[in-house]
């Protein structure tokens, strides 16, 4: 049960991707002996309480004992997950969502803890750019400002969560702060061969 006082985020781990190109289940796919859920769910949990499933038809969230938000339109990518979670954020008054989808297994509790530090008034969400000086927008921070925006764009067909950020106020944190020796912890594992390179990571460190 978590603490409805507390002034930490909910953590919010998208699980509801198609994964076609990967071929499988990525949520429940291992990475170093553990699922890419499992290990999203525990990087989030230093920063985010609750951590919430977010997308998904919610038989994961009952395996995993974990609240869960259906998708707010179905076929929204992982656009309609974050608004599921951010709107639940803002029902019950809190500060914000840290989200991080499933298929980011390297990111660390550091990295989003150094997301959630730069959040503020200011901003209606904290990005990281990956090495190649793109946004990371499902590894990051948003407000509960930032909902009106992602109902915008559900509501016309606009589901490109990089497109959503050119309508909101946006810190983009420098490649350096998720750069580790070894690689980016900003590794996206969308086939069997990127899936290889995270778990020797894993296991190495």
Not at 114 to 133: H, K, M, N, Q, R
Not at 141 to 155: F, G, Q, R
Not at 162 to 175: D, H, I, M, N, Q
């Amino acid at each position: 049960m978590f603490d409805p006082t507390s002034s930490k985020p909910i953590g919010g781990v998208l699980v509801g991707g198609q994964s076609r190109r990967f071929g499988a289940d990525k949520a429940t796919t291992h990475v170093g002996g553990r699922s890419m859920a499992a290990w999203a769910v525990r990087t989030l949990r230093e920063s985010a309480d609750p951590v919430v499933l977010l997308g998904g038809n919610g038989t994961l969230a009952r395996r995993m004992a974990l609240p869960w938000c259906a998708d707010v339109q179905a076929g929204g990518g992982p656009l309609s997950g974050v608004a599921a979670g951010l709107r639940w954020t803002s029902e019950l008054g809190r500060p914000g969502l840290l989200v991080l989808a499933c298929d980011l297994p390297l990111v660390t509790p550091s990295l989003m803890t150094t997301i959630l530090s730069y959040a503020g008034p200011d901003f209606d969400a904290v990005v990281p750019l990956d090495e190649w000086g793109e946004a990371q927008p499902l590894c990051a921070w948003y407000a509960s400002s930032a909902y009106p925006a992602m109902e915008a764009s559900l509501a016309s067909g606009q589901y490109s969560m990089r497109g959503l950020l050119t309508r909101l106020r946006v810190r983009r944190l420098p490649a350096e702060s998720s750069a580790e020796v070894g690689g980016s912890l900003l590794l996206n594992v969308n086939t069997p061969q990127e899936l290889a390179v995270a778990d020797r990571r894993v296991r190495k460190e």
